[in-house]
């Protein structure tokens, strides 16, 4: 059994489709507080997003010996400033507006871990160019889009609505949806939970 640790839809669906059977068990975990303390050792995104996807599993498993915990965790950089899901509607505006005609990196980091142990980690990153979208589109995406705006990092969904937000996206579907899923599975299957 594996158990991921993370409160993510997306990963979970991500994980559910391709046929790997999982628990969730959300770590509690202050990110904002990690990464402001991080802030001042590192400006690497995926150093940040491999800590605090570490820190959510090392978390879980203490409740789970014995068993394969999946921590996870996804920064958002644009030129050296880091973006985390946005609290309002307000919020996810600003956001967008910033990254608005613009290229902006997405790095997904993914740590697994066995008794407190980290076995394996992986990072991806992929990089996404906002077309330049004017207000009325902007305002039309925010109402269209509701609160699910408010549940991803960047203020958009690429599998939904966001795609209309983009002009050209470089790099793995799945890292941008959170988790880099085709590495994992590799260590899974050479782990023996999934079938070689």
């Known amino acids: 059994m594996i158990v991921l640790a993370s409160g993510s839809a997306a990963r979970a669906q991500m994980l559910e489709q391709a046929g790997v059977s999982f628990t969730v068990r959300v770590a509690a975990v202050d990110e904002a507080a990690v990464k402001q303390s991080l802030a001042a050792e590192t400006r690497n995104p995926a150093r940040v997003a491999e800590i605090l996807a570490e820190l959510k599993a090392v978390r879980v498993s203490a409740h789970h010996p014995g068993t394969l915990v999946v921590g996870a965790d996804q920064m958002l950089d644009q030129d050296g400033r880091w973006f985390d899901k946005p609290a309002s509607r307000d919020e996810a505006r600003r956001q967008l507006q910033s990254l608005r005609h613009k290229t902006h990196r997405l790095t997904s980091a993914v740590v697994v871990v066995r008794d407190g142990i980290r076995l394996w980690?992986?990072?991806q990153s992929a990089l996404l160019t906002m077309r330049?979208?004017?207000d009325a589109f902007l305002d039309r995406y925010l109402d269209q889009a509701g609160d699910a705006v408010l549940s991803s990092v960047g203020a958009y969904q690429l599998e939904g609505l966001g795609a209309q937000?983009?002009?050209t996206v470089e790099g793995d579907f799945f890292t941008i949806l959170g988790l880099p899923l085709l590495a994992l599975m590799d260590f899974l299957r050479e782990n023996g939970?999934?079938?070689p």
Do not use: A, G, K
């Open 193 to 195: 939970e999934l079938v």
């Open 121 to 123: 980690h992986h990072n």
């Open 132 to 134: 330049n979208f004017s």
């Open 165 to 167: 937000l983009f002009l």
